[in-house]
């Protein structure tokens, strides 16, 4: 009878990269986001969660590769051997200030009404690449609703600037597949099973690793109002961790806000 090999498994083979002329060892089939993250660099993404799959849906993320005319997502790109890559050059810094701002004409994100007002991903990115203004047109469709029709969280359509971290969230670590997008372009939405209100769902277990992973304050915890909804990734990344090293130890288990004020 076969039996389960107890051999740790080998280390991945390493490699060589130049990250801003500073020479670095990656492991093989590492994200070149993961190589710049281990470098302590300062580096803008949206989009990517360190507990969820990459999608390279965000597009700030991009690099500069020395012999590569494109500029590559770094979420969605593994480093090889000898790529000389730059992360902070003069168009890469004018591409992140543009995708921030098409970001912000796109859908209606007033910071002052906001529920994440001082926890939001959009408004740090906005202060980091420096933009304070946009050059573009406003969209900011009006058929945008807000579906608060769940007992416990809203989802407001005009903040969310679809980088699907509910959907994969609800999928991967939470296994429920409640959300999706539909549509094409600027008419795509996030929906929940087929386009029902978030109340009639019948696949929400209602466990709120949406609403804990989405970067902006398109959901949020009902109750909240302006500036009071913050984030807490803790339940994520225990839940990642524990899946990879098979050790659940529930004393370690992060509480949600509500579970810690109403003991
Ligand atoms: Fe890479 Fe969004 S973080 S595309």
Redesign the pocket.
């Known amino acids: 009878m076969a039996t389960k090999s107890t051999l740790p498994a080998s280390p991945a083979p390493t490699i060589t990269v130049m990250i801003n002329g500073e020479m670095v060892t990656a492991r093989q089939g590492d994200s070149l ?1 993961s190589v710049i993250r281990e470098r302590g660099i300062a580096f ?5 969660l360190p507990e969820l799959s ?9 690099v500069e590769a020395v012999g590569r005319p494109r500029l590559l ?4 790109t593994a480093v090889e051997e000898g790529m000389d890559v730059r992360t902070d050059t003069a168009r890469l810094i004018e591409y992140r200030r543009m995708t921030v701002e098409l970001l912000l004409a796109e859908r209606n994100h007033v910071c002052a009404v906001c529920v994440a007002n001082g926890s939001c991903e959009l408004q740090d990115l906005a202060m980091s690449t420096g933009v304070d203004h946009v050059r573009y047109d406003y969209i900011h469709p009006p058929d945008l609703t807000l579906d608060a029709s769940h007992e416990r969280f809203v989802v407001d359509h005009n903040r969310c600037v679809l ?1 699907t971290r509910c959907v994969r969230v609800c999928d991967q670590l939470e296994g429920a597949h409640t959300w999706d997008l539909a549509g094409r372009g600027a008419a795509t939405r996030v929906i929940t099973d087929l386009a029902m209100p978030w109340g009639l769902s019948v696949t929400c277990t209602s466990c709120g690793k949406c609403v804990e992973a989405c970067p902006t304050g398109a959901l949020f915890r009902k109750g909240t109002t302006v500036a009071e909804m913050t984030k807490n990734r803790g339940e994520l990344t225990f839940l990642d961790e524990a899946r990879r090293s098979h050790v659940w130890k529930l004393g370690d288990f992060p509480m949600k806000e509500t579970e810690r004020n109403n003991p």
């Open positions: 986001l803008p993404t949206l989009c990517a990459a999608v390279g849906a965000c597009r700030l993320c991009l997502a770094a979420c969605v980088c």
